[in-house]
């Protein structure tokens, strides 16, 4: 049965804030250099007004992991929440016109303003992320359009809308109503302090209810309190149908039952890793959609990372399905 969605994400609706700036600088903000910290409204307002030439972008990992999978011609949509200020503007209109759909409509009667990143890239590519989490974090199962999440092939769902407990219902809502018409859902673990956080309910959510999890070695070490990754890969492959570690500069692991593949990876300087995971993600859920062979899959994944990691942001620069055919990939 043909669906109308080849992937939905359900993801934080986030506006990435761009800036370069030297070490020194995060220093004297007392910005903690290449780690994802959460900060509160006040905060959030000196370190936007203390960037210097802004370049803003609509983020959030899910939205980018679709953004890419629209340039690559698969049709997608988000369930997001934003509010109907003028960034919450800005990230539905982009979304839209980078061929994702929107689905749920901007909030109006809400405290909390859209939500917004600012990430500072250093000279060395690596990048300080201060995220004010604003109305995105709130989104509950009202914010699930069954008929949309009935109508997709593949669902993708981001560890980190994890942290409030109408988050985990959002999630079971979608995947329940993905896999009731035949789809197939999946998660990205997102983070080791989000899985430590909850690692009973993601457990559970990888045991019973997802079909496909994504995520690196500390984040598979963390859900199974292991220090070996292999080891905990080992017991993820007896909960999870489709496992995938990404692995820095190391092969990428992809298991599916008895079938284990792995794939080499180009070492790359980065330029700016923000979003390599993300469009990792995205290369991997293209090959999926499309039915390719696991290491096919794990390849598009790569070739994705490699492309985003070689200039600043986290969205793809260059014609993905040109990279993929220089690849042999298609």
């Not at 980018?64 to 997001?80: E, H, K, V």
């Not at 018409?181 to 302090?193: E, H, Q, W, Y």
């Not at 492309?307 to 260059?318: D, T, W």
Request: overall charge negative.
């Amino acid at each position: 049965m043909s669906k109308k969605y080849k992937v939905v994400g359900i993801g934080n609706a986030i506006v990435d804030v761009l800036t370069q700036c030297d070490d020194t600088f995060l220093d004297h903000m007392g910005i903690e250099k290449g780690i994802m910290q959460l900060v509160e409204k006040d905060r959030a307002e000196t370190l936007y007004g203390a960037m210097e030439s802004r370049v803003q972008a609509p983020g959030g990992s899910v939205c980018n992991t679709l953004a890419a999978l629209g340039t690559l011609g698969l049709d997608t949509a988000l369930i997001g929440r934003v509010r109907d200020d003028a960034l919450g503007r800005f990230y539905v209109e982009s979304t839209e016109a980078g061929g994702t759909a929107f689905v749920n409509p901007p909030v109006a009667d809400s405290d909390l303003p859209t939500s917004r990143s600012m990430i500072f890239v250093s000279p060395d590519g690596e990048r300080s992320m201060n995220t004010y989490l604003g109305i995105s974090a709130d989104i509950s199962p009202a914010d699930v359009s069954d008929d949309v999440a009935a109508d997709a092939e593949y669902i993708f769902l981001e560890g980190y809308l994890f942290d409030k407990p109408e988050g985990k219902e959002a999630f079971t809502a979608a995947a329940k109503a993905c896999r009731s018409t035949g789809g197939k859902t999946g998660i990205s673990l997102s983070d080791p302090f989000c899985v430590d956080r909850h690692r009973d309910d993601f457990r559970r959510l990888v045991k019973e209810e997802m079909d496909y999890v994504l995520g690196n070695e500390e984040e598979w070490c963390s859900l199974y309190e292991q220090n070996n990754v292999m080891d905990a890969l080992e017991m993820a492959r007896k909960e999870c149908d489709l496992v995938v570690c990404t692995r820095s500069g190391d092969p990428v692991v992809i298991i599916r039952g008895d079938e284990k593949v792995e794939i080499p990876v180009e070492t790359i300087t980065p330029v700016d890793a923000t979003g390599a995971g993300d469009m990792f993600a995205a290369g991997f859920l293209y090959g999926l959609a499309t039915g390719q062979d696991l290491e096919t899959c794990g390849k598009m994944g790569t070739t994705s990372a490699a492309e985003c990691i070689r200039h600043i942001g986290p969205r793809p620069k260059s014609d993905m399905k040109a990279l993929f055919q220089k690849q042999g990939l298609i």
